[in-house]
């Protein structure tokens, strides 16, 4: 990757990860067709690729084996054809090479970022990046996957499309009603993140978003026809903390309430915003609540479960968020490079991480999410489950960045093939040891013996890698991974 170098006057800046990005390309291209999710209205084309409908826009890949194909009298029976639909936070990655990162302070941060806007970026530079990300590493997977946002009638709003559509995922716009907003002001443009890399390789992350204390898109007030159809029909609804920085924390629990009210789970990443939304304004203290409460599966790493709960225990955390939660069935617990943890109400299951060498990590937990949601909608074991999202990860780490850049499925194929895990028993003893209350803790090992001791079962990574692999080969095979 060739990074465009800057030179400004400035300090270090302590930062907390965002967007990603950067490339390799998908080998499920497809072409566009106008998508037959949705019954008939009045159709004006913009570049063969959205369906516009009362301002709002849907792009589609034609693949009748993925099911856009079917005809409307099977999607509107309920069907749920769609495998992720992912909400809000849809962005551009501008990615520079920097000699140092923002300065702390606000004030000279938006005079940064004003510095770097006066002069756009070569494309070469650019990346989708937020949930894209998500999308992105869960189409490689196989699965069907919808964008639920915004992105404006410009440069980088077509590159976004563009790179959905190559990467055959759907999207959905949710600017249903521009009346009263003046489509050429910045408040309509695609959301850009500057994603700043220093000699360290050390990131930092800046947007418009950071400097106003409403979301980017508040003129945007009322979930649409289309968007709740594209909700309805979707098995996973995925949103994440950054999704407060574009949409206002009532129209987040609009959407959040129609999901449940029509059957669709709800996955939540608070990410680093859980921490302000858990401290912020009263709509968000109650948006951020209602997602707690309310979501199927919770996705947080170690300190980001800690900060929610002031229990430093991944498990015992992940146990209590799991009590508060009305609906929650999965409190999924990242580690970075040791592993992760899924808790449910009878269970735990602990799955050492991948060994790799890692080039960046940008976008890992993104791909990670992508994989949990894969092994969710296929109804896999837990410890399962938690080795494909880490093996999605750990292929990610060992690319340059996020986007296009997440990882193949080829990759991920080889990583378990070769089933190095980072196995550190030392810590995994002391965790386990730290009076955790479950009735069955599986744990997944390279060279142990299947069988169980108490109330802890040891899972070989053999059985399980040779459990996955028929259906990721499957899906390299034939751009489709069988139920």
């Known amino acids: 990757m060739q990074l465009q170098t800057i030179t400004l006057k400035s300090t270090l800046l302590d930062h907390v990860p965002s967007p990603q990005s950067i490339f390799p390309q998908n080998p499920r291209l ?25 301002g709002t826009g849907v792009s589609a890949p034609s693949n ?32 520079l090479n920097v000699p140092q990162l923002p300065p702390p ?14 002069s756009p970026p070569d494309k070469q530079y650019w990346e989708a990046g937020g949930n894209c990300n998500v999308a992105i590493a ?11 946002g915004h992105v404006g009638n410009e440069i980088y709003g077509r ?18 009603d521009t009346d009263g907003v003046d489509t050429s002001s910045a408040s309509y443009e695609t959301l850009l993140c500057w994603v700043l890399v220093d000699p360290s390789q050390r990131h930092g992350f800046c947007s418009r978003a950071d400097f106003s204390k409403e979301p980017a898109f508040s003129w945007m007030n009322t979930l649409s026809a289309e968007v709740k159809t594209a909700i309805k029909h979707s098995k996973v609804l995925f949103c994440n903390g950054y999704g407060f920085d574009e949409l206002s924390p009532a129209l987040i629990i609009s959407a959040l309430e129609y999901a449940a009210q029509v059957g669709t789970s709800i996955f939540f990443d608070p990410g680093p915003r859980g921490k302000s939304l858990s401290s912020g304004t009263p709509e968000e203290q109650r948006a951020l609540s209602y997602f707690l409460s309310t979501s199927d599966v919770l996705l947080l790493t170690s300190d980001e479960a800690e900060s929610l709960t002031g ?30 943890i899924l808790v449910t109400k009878s269970s735990i299951s602990c799955a050492p991480a991948f060994k790799v060498n890692v080039t960046d990590t940008v976008g890992c937990g993104d791909s990670f999410v992508a994989a949990v949601a894969f092994g969710f909608i296929h109804n896999m074991p837990t410890v399962n489950t938690l080795t494909i999202a880490n093996a999605v990860g750990a292929a990610t780490a060992m690319g340059c960045g996020a986007g296009r850049n997440v990882a193949t499925l080829e990759r991920v194929i080889e990583l378990m093939r070769a089933s190095n895990l980072n196995e550190d028993n030392a810590f995994w003893n002391e965790l386990l040891d730290q009076n955790v209350n479950a009735e069955n803790i599986t744990f997944l090992s390279r060279f142990g013996i299947n069988g169980s001791s108490n109330s802890l079962n040891h899972v070989n990574l053999q059985k399980v890698v040779s459990e996955l692999l028929p259906k990721l080969e499957y899906s390299q095979l034939e751009g489709k991974v069988p139920s």
């Open 30 to 54: 497809k072409t566009t067709v106008t998508l037959p999710i949705f019954p008939p209205f009045p159709i004006k084309s913009w570049r063969n690729s959205i369906l516009h409908c009362n």
């Open 64 to 95: 009748s084996q993925n099911g856009t194909a079917h005809d409307w009298k099977l999607r509107s029976s309920g069907v749920k054809s769609i495998d992720v639909a992912t909400l809000g936070n849809l962005c551009v990655d501008i990615v």
């Open 105 to 118: 302070s606000r004030d000279a941060r938006k005079a940064y970022m004003d510095q770097l806007s006066a």
């Open 138 to 148: 869960a189409a490689r997977l196989g699965l069907d996957c919808v964008t639920i």
């Open 159 to 176: 590159f976004l499309l563009d790179v959905l559509q190559d990467e055959g995922i759907g999207m959905v716009g949710m600017s249903e």
């Open 311 to 340: 229990i430093r225990n991944p498990i015992t955390a992940g146990q209590e968020l799991l009590r508060k939660g009305l609906r929650t069935k999965w409190v999924v617990v990242k580690m970075g490079p040791r592993g992760s």
